[in-house]
C-alpha cells in the first residue's frame, strides 16, 4: 500500500528528523527500480496525548458479511485529569468507504460490500482526535482489515487479467528460441481457481513462435523475415484452472525490426512510355520507381542511367527516379530508345521510350503524276487504280485519307482509306474518251493537319476501246445507176459506213453480201466505192421492155475487231440503156391474103418490130419505103397497121410486095 507507519515509539529520540529511502520495485523478468526520499519531522511535545491500548490492530471478516456487520473496537486510553472527549477517524486506507468508524466508541462496521479477490486487506491509519492544547496532540495507530474468502472457496469466480505490455519488438535476424516477450496474467482465485496457463489462439498460423503455458515466455519457432511479414497479431489467451475454468484473451503485437538484407527491386522489370517529339529540353518522360524491402534509412534509393544507345539525351534524377530529356527528340530520326536504369545496388530496369509523333510531316503521293488505261467494258464497281502517299508521322498524324477534286462526270470514286480509285458507272468511250482530275492526300490529324495538293497528284485515264459499235452505213438504201456497155471498173457509187470504235475496232471493210452472183459487181474493200466488174449489157439484164434494167445488192460493212462487227444496206443499180439495138421485126417476112373483093378501108394486116433498147430507143416507127406506088396501102407509122386504100383488082395486080421499114 506504500503506507509507512510506527512500529515502535519514538522515545526521547534525538533526531529532530528521519531520513528514508523507499524503493519500488516491478515484479518482470528483468525487475526495474526507482527510488524515493521521505522526510520524517519528529516534533517535540510538552504533554502526553492519548494513547491507544495497542499501536497495532487486527481484524478478520468474510468477505460476504453483511453490510453494518460489526467488524471490531479499537480504544485509547486518556491521558489523567483530560477533559477531552476522545474522537476516532479514519485518515487512510480506505479510498472507497467500505468501512466506518463510530467516532465517539471506535466500533469499526462495514459499511460497503467486501470483496476478497478485489482487497484482500485493508491497511487503515486510525486517527485519534486533536486535543486543544497548543500545539494540538494526536494519535494514531494501525488497524489491519483481513477480508477472508468465502467458505465456499471452490466458486471460479474471477478471470485472468493480463499484466503484460500487449507490444512487443524483435529483430528479423535473431536466431530461433529467441525470447521474444513473456506474457503474466493475475488471477485473484485461490488455488487451482487462480492458477493460470496461456495459450495461443491465433496468429500463429505459420507457427513462428512457441509459446510455453506455464511460465508465458514466447520464443521464437523459426527465422523471421520482416520483408515477408513484419507484424503479427497474436491473439493469446490466460485461462485459470477453475471449474468452470475461466479466461481472458489478449491481441499481442509483436512488431519485427528491420536489418539491412534486402536488395532493391525496380516496381517494373520494363517500362514503356513515350513523349512529344520537337518538345525542348527538361520534357518530363517517366518517373520509374524500386522498392526495399527493408525499412528506414536501408530502404532510401538512388537511381541512375546505365550507358547506351541514346542515353546522353535524358537524365535521371538520382533521388526521385524522375526521367526528363536533355535536347529535342525527333521521331523521325529514332523513334525508340531503350534504357537501362539501376538504384545505387545491382538492380536493373528496362526502359522503353517511344518518341511521340507531332504533325510535322506532309503526306507525299509515290509519284506525281499517273497515266493509266482502261477498257470501257469495265463493270461499274472495278477497281483501276491504287494510289499510295505515304507520311513519315504516326499515328493519326500519318494516317492518310485520299480524296478526289475536279468534276469525273460521276465516272470515278475513290476509297478514303485504302486510296483505291474505281468505277462508279459503266464507261463509253465513244461518249468521253480521256479523265483528268486530281487527288488529294491528307493527314488525319485533328490539330495542324497537313495535307497533299493536287499539284502533287494528277490523274490521267484513257479509256480503252472495245469493240462495241456497229459500222453504220448513212443511208440504209442507196439508188445509182450506170450505162450499159461501160467498160469494167466503172465507179458506180461510194458508200460510206461509220464507226465509233477506235483502232481496228473502228476500221471499216465493205464487201458485197449477196445480188453479185455474176460477179458482176465488186466493191473497194476499204473505200467503199462500187463499180462494175463486167461489160453491162441493158438488154440482157431487162426480162420486159417496159421495165428498166437494174441490180438488187445488199452490201456489207464489218469491222476488225475481234469479234467483228457489221451491218448491211441495199444498193439498187439501175443499168441505163444506150441504142445499141436496131428493131427486128416479129418476122422477116408477112404473106397475107386477102380477097379482091374487100372493101376500101379493110384492115389488111399488121407488122409489129420490137427494140431491145429501153425508153426512146425502143421506142418505133414505121415507113412504107417501096411497093406502094399506086397507093393501094396505107401503113399507121405507129401502129404498124396496113389498111386498103383503093379496090383490089386481082386481074390487074394479083401480088403486092411491100416493103416496109422499122425505125
Excluded at 184 to 196: L, M
Excluded at 416 to 431: F, M, N, P, Q, W
Excluded at 630 to 658: A, P, Q, W
Aim: hydrophobic letters at 35%; aromatic letters at 6%; glycine letters at 6%.
Amino acid at each position: 500500500s506504500g503506507i509507512i507507519y510506527l512500529i515502535s515509539a519514538l522515545g526521547h529520540l534525538a533526531r529532530s528528523a528521519l531520513f528514508l529511502t523507499v524503493s519500488a520495485r516491478d515484479g518482470g523478468g528483468l525487475p526495474s527500480a526507482t527510488n524515493a526520499a521521505v522526510t520524517v519531522n519528529i516534533l517535540q511535545t510538552t504533554s502526553a496525548p492519548a494513547i491507544f491500548e495497542r499501536s497495532r490492530y487486527t481484524f478478520s471478516v468474510p468477505e460476504d458479511a453483511p453490510e453494518d456487520s460489526l467488524i471490531g473496537t479499537v480504544k485509547a486510553r486518556e491521558p489523567p485529569n483530560s477533559l477531552e472527549v476522545v474522537s476516532y477517524r479514519i485518515s487512510s486506507g480506505d479510498p472507497h468507504g467500505r468501512l466506518s468508524i463510530d467516532p465517539q466508541f471506535g466500533i469499526i462496521r462495514i459499511k460497503k460490500q467486501l470483496d476478497h479477490e478485489t482487497q484482500s486487506v485493508m491497511v487503515l491509519t486510525v486517527h485519534r482526535a486533536e486535543d486543544c492544547g497548543s500545539p494540538p496532540l494526536t494519535s494514531l495507530l494501525m488497524l489491519t482489515v483481513i477480508i477472508e474468502e468465502q467458505k465456499m472457496s471452490h466458486i471460479n469466480d474471477n478471470s485472468p487479467s493480463f499484466t503484460s505490455l500487449p507490444l512487443s519488438y524483435v529483430m528479423e535476424d535473431v536466431e530461433v528460441g529467441f525470447l521474444v516477450h513473456r506474457i503474466i496474467a493475475k488471477d485473484p482465485d485461490e488455488g487451482r481457481n487462480g492458477q493460470v496457463t496461456y495459450h495461443i489462439l491465433s496468429g500463429n498460423e505459420n507457427k513462428a513462435f512457441v509459446l510455453d503455458k506455464i511460465t508465458g515466455l514466447l520464443t521464437t519457432a523459426q527465422l523471421l523475415d520482416r520483408e515477408i511479414q513484419e507484424r503479427y497479431s497474436l491473439t493469446v489467451m490466460a485461462l485459470d484452472d477453475g471449474s468452470p475454468a475461466l479466461s481472458a484473451t489478449q491481441v499481442l503485437t509483436i512488431i519485427v525490426l528491420d536489418v539491412n538484407d534486402e536488395t532493391p527491386i525496380f516496381l517494373k522489370q520494363l517500362y514503356e512510355t513515350a513523349v512529344y517529339e520537337n518538345q525542348n529540353p527538361g520534357e518530363f518522360v517517366i518517373k520509374v520507381e524500386a522498392v526495399d524491402k527493408d525499412a528506414g534509412l536501408n530502404s532510401l534509393l538512388q537511381y541512375e542511367i546505365l550507358p547506351g544507345s541514346g542515353y546522353e539525351k535524358f537524365k535521371m534524377n538520382s533521388d526521385s527516379g524522375e526521367l526528363v530529356t536533355t535536347a529535342s527528340l525527333d521521331r523521325e530520326t529514332q523513334e525508340v530508345f531503350s534504357i537501362k536504369g539501376s538504384p545505387s545496388r545491382s538492380s536493373t530496369a528496362q526502359l522503353y521510350l517511344t518518341v511521340l509523333d507531332e504533325n510535322d510531316h506532309n503526306p507525299l503521293f509515290a509519284k506525281t503524276q499517273y497515266q493509266i488505261s482502261v477498257r470501257e467494258d469495265l463493270e461499274e464497281g472495278s477497281a483501276i487504280l491504287d494510289l499510295f502517299a505515304s507520311d513519315e508521322d504516326d499515328g493519326l498524324n500519318g494516317e492518310v485519307t485520299y480524296s478526289l477534286v475536279d468534276d469525273t462526270f460521276g465516272a470515278f470514286a475513290i476509297d478514303s482509306v485504302t486510296g483505291t480509285i474505281v468505277t462508279t458507272k459503266a464507261l463509253d468511250r465513244e461518249t468521253k474518251s480521256q479523265y483528268t482530275f486530281r487527288a488529294v492526300a491528307s493527314d488525319s490529324s485533328t490539330h495542324l493537319p497537313r495535307s497533299t495538293t493536287v499539284t502533287l497528284c494528277g490523274v490521267t485515264v484513257s479509256i480503252q476501246d472495245v469493240n462495241d459499235n456497229v459500222p453504220k452505213f448513212e443511208q440504209s438504201y442507196y439508188k445509182a445507176s450506170v450505162w450499159e456497155s461501160q467498160s469494167p471498173k466503172t465507179g458506180i457509187i461510194q458508200v460510206f459506213a461509220t464507226d465509233l470504235d477506235s483502232g481496228l475496232n473502228g476500221e471499216t471493210e465493205y464487201s458485197i453480201l449477196s445480188g453479185n452472183e455474176n460477179a458482176t459487181f465488186l466493191i473497194d474493200s476499204a473505200q467503199g466505192i462500187l463499180a462494175t466488174n463486167t461489160v453491162l449489157d441493158h438488154e440482157n439484164t431487162s426480162s420486159y421492155r417496159e421495165r428498166a434494167s437494174s441490180h438488187c445488192l445488199v452490201l456489207l460493212a464489218s469491222d476488225r475487231g475481234t469479234p467483228s462487227l457489221n451491218s448491211t444496206a441495199t444498193v439498187l443499180i439501175t443499168v441505163l440503156d444506150v441504142n445499141d439495138n436496131p428493131p427486128v421485126f416479129s418476122s422477116p417476112e408477112y404473106h397475107i391474103h386477102v380477097k379482091e373483093s374487100i372493101p376500101l378501108g379493110s384492115h389488111v394486116t399488121e407488122v409489129s418490130a420490137n427494140d431491145c433498147d429501153a425508153g426512146t430507143n425502143a421506142e418505133i416507127t414505121y415507113a412504107m419505103i417501096s411497093g406502094n406506088d399506086r397507093g393501094h396501102f396505107r401503113l399507121d407509122g405507129k401502129t404498124g397497121s396496113v389498111d386498103l386504100m383503093k379496090t383490089l383488082d386481082y386481074e390487074d395486080t394479083m401480088k403486092f410486095t411491100l416493103i416496109i421499114q422499122a425505125t
